[in-house]
DNA sequence: CTTGTATGTGTAAAAAATACACATTTTTGC
DNA sequence: GCAAAAATGTGTATTTTTTACACATACAAG
């Protein structure tokens, strides 16, 4: 055992007096958010893409972000890029890695704190001007059409996104409202990039009891509609258990 | 379907020539990084807190940290700190989270990005000189002794060690090279503040066929002596999984 | 009214998680 | 050296969860 009770405060320890000015003395950088904002349309995963305007990346995608402003927090910063872009101020929003290679900017030093954004593809105002903005799939997204390090910030969102999905109900910010269990299933495959046994899928869903049956149905589908569900975020949050057990 | 293909290139809109002139344009802010150290000793989980050098933080403790220099990458700065404190090179250390509340610091604006890094107490060569510097026992940390918002950091990056130490084998960097299963069973029951059945989870562990028996066995233990083991990080390594399963 | 297509459902087998008890080995104290 | 204390090491039965798999039904389209 080794210090275990908490030790005298010491007196011949300087003290700073003055944390402004201390804080002055520190170098600066400037400080951006971008958000990987997900959507699921035609079965795919798509995440939203804007023209760089920089000249230097002429031609080249990049996320949707901003500079952080100098009295906002990160959050905010994020929040204020999704609902100038998207319209939309119920989003759901992430944070999820900060980036800070020396390079990762071709004018200089930037550090970058991502965010991870679900939405739903049909539900917000887009303004797609000009050709500016674009739902891009993204597991056809190549390293070399991308600005900065935006390929990297995907590929991080993105596998964070694979995790997060099995273990937290964030799939249905993806989702309209109600959804049948096919659509739910084909989210699942798009994002994992596997095959899901139907039986099996709806029969983990209906066993996790949080999926609401509102007694609607499809419309506009070519075939034998399906039922319509809700998931019950209030349950959730009520008796989600927190243990989950060790396995790797 | 909607936006599958790449609209052409717009010619109308304005590209930025000067990348670096556009980034001096952008508010900057000091950045740090904070640690979160943690370490197993007396059967818990510690962490490693210094005395703030702040007059306006008079007394309380505060993570291991420092600025970030302009030239450096977070991780890099990250590591700088472990080692200026520790001695350790080979130290496990991972980001968390970034945290930017406008009054986290006394003495204005300073965004921190926190990792959490783990190591085995007895392993490192620690200068605990004049009493700064201290192990904590973790779940014992109150609001009120912490400086800035080092509780809050602290709470995240347990949270998150919690979550990551049921998935991945990072338990292992707290522990000697060589261990023994109830060592291995205390530090999962400190830090999932659980109790966990002997036999299941010696067969959990076994099951995984990760561990290696050196044939060595414990010393100055007062009983019998257990028999020691090494994790084999290169066979889990190659043959880990990835896919987890839908459970929430 | 026939065809195509996706929905909706159940069961058996395998695998994993859980609950649970006793003999063994070593140290310590007498 | 012997008894007591303390922790190690092991197996099985039960329950729960996961997996694999096939057919009847409902609706739309022609």
Redesign the interface.
């Known amino acids: ?4 009770k ?5 007196s ?13 003395s ?7 958010v971008d958000c990987a904002i997900f959507g699921f ?2 079965n795919k995963l ?1 995440v939203l893409l804007i ?1 760089s ?4 990346c ?2 080249k995608w990049s996320l949707l972000g901003d ?5 906002e ?3 905010d910063a994020a929040y204020r890029v999704l609902r100038e872009r998207t319209g939309m101020t119920d989003v759901y929003l992430k ?1 999820v ?2 980036f ?3 390079n990762r ?7 970058t ?1 991502a965010y991870c954004s679900l939405l739903n593809i049909r539900h917000h105002e887009l303004q ?1 001007t ?3 903005l ?4 993204v597991r056809s997204i190549r390293e070399k059409d991308m600005a900065f390090d935006h390929k990297l910030i995907i590929d991080t969102s993105y596998q964070w996104l694979q ?1 997060s ?5 964030l799939g249905f910010n993806l989702l309209p409202e109600k959804f049948s269990l096919r659509e739910l299933q084909t989210l ?1 495959e798009a994002i ?1 990039n ?1 095959e899901l046994d139907r039986r099996n899928f709806r029969k ?1 869903f209906f066993s ?1 009891d949080f999926l609401i049956d509102t007694g609607e149905f499809e419309e506009d589908v070519k075939h034998r509609p399906g039922k319509l569900y809700q998931f019950d975020f209030a349950k ?1 949050e009520k008796t ?1 258990r927190k ?6």
């Open positions: 055992m080794r210090n275990t908490i030790p005298a405060i010491p011949t320890v300087t003290l700073i007096k003055d944390a402004a000015e201390l804080i002055n520190y170098p600066q950088v400037p400080l951006t349309d035609d798509k023209r305007d920089l000249e230097v002429h031609g500079v952080v402003h100098a009295t927090e990160l959050d944070q890695h900060t800070s290679a020396l900017h071709p004018g200089g030093r930037v550090v704190v797609i000009e050709n500016e674009h739902w891009q799939h995790k999905i099995q273990e937290h109900p699942y994992l596997v983990k996790m959730y989600k243990w989950i057990g060790i396995d790797f």
